[in-house]
Structures are given as structure tokens and as C-alpha cells.
Nanobody, 124 residues
Framework: QVQLVESGGGLVQAGGSLRLSCAAS????????MGWFRQAPGKEREFVAG????????YYADSVKGRFTISRDNAKNTIYLQMNRLKPEDTAVYYC?????????????????WGQGTQVTVSS
């Protein structure tokens, strides 16, 4: 099993940057496909980005493509989400998630493991 802990959220002005981290416990982290999701108040949790176990393939929601970058360091059991050119509509709680078996990165139901979330607030 994998336990996930996010960090790096905070308050930033529009146009600024933040880097989120997600630290994983467990000896088989490298075998997991990982994703970032976000949930704004009153909205459903939505896919942001995904990465395969070897970091060969990455996937992004259209709303963040070109601004956000997902990466992972299997030696450190950590994934990252670099967020640039942030917009007020990026304000949400950001969650990392992991799956060992599903190949559909976009579906919330693909992921068995979730972190507790970290708040990102972008002021205009």
C-alpha cells in the first residue's frame, strides 16, 4: 500500500508560481501511476495531471496544459506539480493520487490511494 502526503500549497498572486510535492511511503512507489486532482468549493474533483511509473508519459487537463508540469523522483518517493502562470480559477484543494493497475489517468475512480490535500489560493 501507499500513503500520500501533499505539501507546498499556499497563497500566491495571479501570474505567480508554486510547486506542490507529494511524498509517498511504501516500498513499491515506483510501480504506481500517479496523478494530481483538484477540487474547488462547490465543484467536483477534477483531473489535473498524470504521470506513468517511469515518467515517460505525462497527461494534462486542457485547462493547465502549457502552465503546469508533473514530474516524479522515484528515488525520493515523491511526485511534483510545478504550477506557473497561475490564475484565480486555479484556486482549489490539490490532491495527489496513486494507482497500481488502472491505465486511465483521467478518472477519479481509477485511483485507490489519495493524500489529504493542500490548499492553493490564487488572488487576482
Amino acid at each position: 500500500q501507499v500513503q500520500l502526503v501533499e505539501s507546498g500549497g499556499g497563497l500566491v498572486q495571479a501570474g505567480g508560481s508554486l510547486r506542490l510535492s507529494c511524498a509517498a511511503s511504501g516500498r513499491t512507489f515506483s510501480g504506481y501511476r500517479m496523478g494530481w486532482f483538484r477540487q474547488a468549493p462547490g465543484k467536483e474533483r477534477e483531473f489535473v495531471a498524470g504521470i506513468d511509473w517511469s515518467a515517460t508519459s505525462t497527461y494534462y487537463a486542457d485547462s493547465v496544459k502549457g502552465r503546469f508540469t508533473i514530474s516524479r523522483d522515484n528515488a525520493k518517493n515523491t511526485i511534483y506539480l510545478q504550477m506557473n502562470r497561475l490564475k484565480p480559477e486555479d484556486t482549489a484543494v490539490y490532491y495527489c493520487a496513486g494507482t497500481r493497475y488502472s491505465e486511465n489517468y483521467y478518472l477519479r475512480t481509477s485511483y485507490a490511494y489519495w493524500g489529504q490535500g493542500t490548499q492553493v489560493t490564487v488572488s487576482s
